[in-house]
């Protein structure tokens, strides 16, 4: 767990809180070995980016077709099953579960009309 860190600055004898640097080290979350770490490098990818946006293009097909609710994990295993075309070529893509929630959350991020949308609970794996 890390620590709240607290940035003062000296105002007219006064110790006043400001924002942290963005830069400072100690704020940074060690990311190797985590879901979110894991998510973030395979987002990076070129087979991560292509996921991501048949994804997201699905969900934003479903929902201007006024779908009531989006399930990320049903537009994945659609994914998983179809492939996605790549040039003339179909790729038959390995999805983690464990992203099913980040794709959610980014993709709630991304496009405020899916929040309502999109379901998602309180992260409890890191």
Do not use: C
């Not at 004898?13 to 979110?36: M, S, Y």
């Amino acid at each position: 767990m890390i620590e709240q860190v607290t940035f003062f600055e000296s105002r007219d004898g006064r110790e006043v809180p400001i924002a942290p640097p963005e830069e400072h080290e100690q704020l940074r979350a060690p990311l190797e070995g985590t879901i979110e770490g894991r998510y973030r490098q395979w987002r990076a990818t070129p087979e991560g980016r292509a996921a991501f946006a048949e994804i997201e293009r699905l969900a934003l097909l479903e929902a201007d077709a006024g779908a009531a609710r989006v399930e990320v994990n049903e537009i994945m295993a659609h994914v998983r099953r179809t492939g996605i075309v790549v040039g003339a070529t179909t790729v038959h893509l390995k999805l983690n579960n464990s992203f099913r929630s980040r794709i959610a959350r980014e993709l709630r991020a991304a496009h405020p009309a899916l929040r309502p949308l999109i379901a998602v609970r309180e992260l409890s794996a890191t």
